[in-house]
């Protein structure tokens, strides 16, 4: 199992990014998958969650509204577009597949202005 993530970088206040999630070694379409966050010092977060047909979509209260997570099963991708980002949004993003043990190496997502 392979998940590399990607699309971070530095934003400003209100800015927007879009994550990419690129996962490879296991049949992707039939599983939910996640994304998590980590902020330095903090536990990690579970940010949002997707059906494996897609329709099915759960987010924490911190970005419910302004997050929206989707996916492409025929490119194997997750995605997290992420809006009016906020300085407490920073943090390593990380997606996951909820059966597997190990992490990706993240995407860092820095808002600040």
């Known amino acids: 199992v392979q998940l590399v993530e990607s699309g971070g970088g530095l934003v400003q206040p209100g800015g927007s990014l879009r994550l990419s999630c690129v996962a490879s070694g296991f049949t992707f379409s039939p599983y939910a998958m996640n994304w998590y966050r980590q902020a330095p010092g903090k536990e990690r977060e579970l940010v949002a969650s997707i059906g494996n047909a897609a329709g099915s979509t759960k987010y924490a209260d911190s970005v419910r509204g302004r997050f929206t997570i989707s996916r492409d099963n025929a490119k194997n991708t997750l995605y997290l577009q992420m809006n009016s980002l906020q300085p407490e949004d920073t943090a390593v993003y990380l997606c996951?597949?909820?059966?597997?043990?190990?992490w990706g190496q993240g995407t860092q997502v820095t808002v600040s202005s």
């Open positions: 996951n597949v909820p059966w597997f043990k190990g």
